[in-house]
């Protein structure tokens, strides 16, 4: 993946100018890589304020979203896994597309059913047969 414009679906690019990304020391494994280079790198990008997106799919990600969202409206992703940090780059805008996309998808609406005249029978009948079953377990009454 380079830097330039991230395709979501073929209907959804987030323009490269969208997204900023940040660099910073990271902990971890590394070494004295860890002291010298800033491998964590840090992917903003603003739902609120992006040109990528219709009202409908705005809204859509900012409510799936929410609870990752700053209250500015930014989705903030951090990725210090590699000791690169090209390879940190890549799977930030690997994980917000991922996101977006899981995101975008739109469940499928759910209809009512009602159970047919033969399974109502066939559970009836089960029961009743189960009730004749725990009848005959009982001990004989007297009257």
Do not use: C, F, Y
């Amino acid at each position: 993946m380079s830097d330039g414009d991230l395709e979501i679906r073929r209907d959804v690019v987030i323009p490269a100018d969208e997204l900023v990304v940040t660099t910073s020391h990271s902990g971890g494994p590394g070494g004295q890589n860890v002291n010298k280079v800033a491998t964590k790198v840090i992917l903003r990008w603003n739902i609120r304020e992006s040109v990528a997106l219709g009202p409908t799919r705005r809204e859509r990600l900012l409510t799936k979203l929410a609870s990752r969202l700053t209250t500015a409206g930014e989705l903030v992703l951090h990725v210090d896994e590699h000791r690169s940090q090209g390879r940190n780059r890549e799977l930030a805008r690997e994980r917000l597309v991922e996101l977006v996309r899981e995101s975008l998808v739109v469940p499928k609406a759910r209809r009512k059913t009602k159970p047919t005249k033969g399974s109502k029978k066939r559970r009836l009948a089960q029961k009743k047969r189960r009730g004749d079953v725990k009848k005959m377990r009982r001990p004989p009454s007297d009257s």
